[in-house]
């Protein structure tokens, strides 16, 4: 987990020149900017490794795919069958840094996008970017030789939506905040 992190970080460094060469250098950052920067720079991150594999011609890709399908080489359809196995296995920490990590890298992107983008702070759009995201990486895996497992799937989907959910319990907190309706009146001089 040490080496996965220390690749993400070394990766999202790589990534910080180009946010900071494409963002407007002249201007002093504002907060959404800078959320804006970190996020990029953080989901490329989690996209380079997650996208890490044998790349070839379009036809060899998808060659090896129809295979792999065929076959079902690497590939697990059966909910929760990885997960049951790393836990019942003999090195179960490692397990729970699989499964802790799978869910845990994904909880950035539910956190992020409603909070820096409106339009997908509604519980159907969130659960709609959650799939997707997840689906295109598990469906790229498919032509790149890397393993494709539902429970990859469920985790990631399930770091998501612990993001957004994350990010409704902030959100909340914050608008109680600015409540004035939330704020203690002063007691009135009453009658006696």
Excluded at 1 to 6: A, E, H, K, P, V
Aim: hydrophobic share 50%; net charge positive; proline share 6%.
């Amino acid at each position: 987990m040490i080496s996965q992190l220390t690749k993400l970080a070394c990766i999202c460094l790589c990534a910080l020149p180009v946010w900071l060469v494409l963002r407007r250098p002249w201007r002093r950052p504002a907060p959404r900017e800078i959320s804006l920067g970190l996020f990029m720079v953080f989901m490329a991150g989690v996209l380079v490794m997650a996208l890490e594999g044998q790349w070839a011609s379009p036809a060899a890709m998808l060659s090896s795919a129809c295979e792999r399908v065929r076959t079902g080489d690497h590939i697990n359809l059966v909910p929760l069958l990885t997960i049951r196995n790393q836990l019942t296995g003999s090195d179960v920490s490692a397990a729970l840094t699989q499964l802790l990590g799978n869910t845990l890298l994904f909880m950035p992107w539910g956190f992020f996008l409603p909070l820096l983008w409106r339009r997908f702070r509604g519980f159907l759009r969130m659960t709609g970017m959650s799939l997707a995201l997840t689906l295109f990486i598990e469906g790229t895996q498919l032509f790149i030789g890397r393993m494709v497992d539902v429970d990859d799937l469920i985790l990631n989907f399930a770091g998501s939506m612990c993001g957004a959910s994350l990010w409704w319990i902030c959100h909340r907190i914050a608008r109680r905040k600015d409540d004035p309706c939330d704020t203690p009146t002063a007691p009135t001089a009453g009658r006696s």
